[in-house]
């Protein structure tokens, strides 16, 4: 038998307190007790699934959203492109912020590259400079500067390809002091 309208508003609302018992942080016990659930799991599948509910809905709008922001996006361009064709450079260039924009909306723009080299460059000169000002601190002479560096460097060539995790792990645990 079909529930009616008030047992399935009465429903709702009990599913609406308990989230909102559960975004306040209760535990499952006490949910399902100020809520009438018969148990903690009655109470937290409650929960769950008007949770996934939730986010069906949102996820839902969200592209209904998306759709009429390209549609308005598409409106604006079919007014500008006549412009923008016979050379209005300002129409053009809103032209091409529109195409950008829809591009976004859409998922389709393309990737952001960073070049590998540059990082790397980055990376290293990061190193020398932390491992320059760790060494500027200890006062060293000329020729344990050079010793310091060198070991530095090979360590560095030795750990190149590794994970980082792994080299700080054992970074750490060869500075620590015992």
Known sequence: ????????????????LAVELALAGLDWES????????SRGAACTAVNEALKNHLKEMGQNLD???TVE???LDRLQAALWPKAMKGDTKAADSVARIVAQ???LQGVE????IQLEHRIELEAR?????????????????EQ????????????LSTAGRAPETVVGELVASTTPE
């Open 64 to 66: 209904e959203l998306r």
């Open 31 to 38: 949910i399902a007790e100020r809520t009438g659930y018969a």
């Open 110 to 113: 393309p990737p952001t590259k």
């Open 145 to 156: 500067r050079t010793a310091a560096l060198t070991a530095a460097q090979q360590h560095l």
């Open 126 to 142: 990061i190193v020398v400079d932390a491992v320059g000002a760790a060494l500027g601190v200890l006062n060293l002479d000329e």
């Open 70 to 72: 390209i549609a308005r």
């Open 1 to 16: 038998m079909a529930a009616s309208r008030a047992q399935r508003a009465r429903a709702a609302e009990k599913r609406k």
């Open 102 to 104: 829809r591009c976004k």
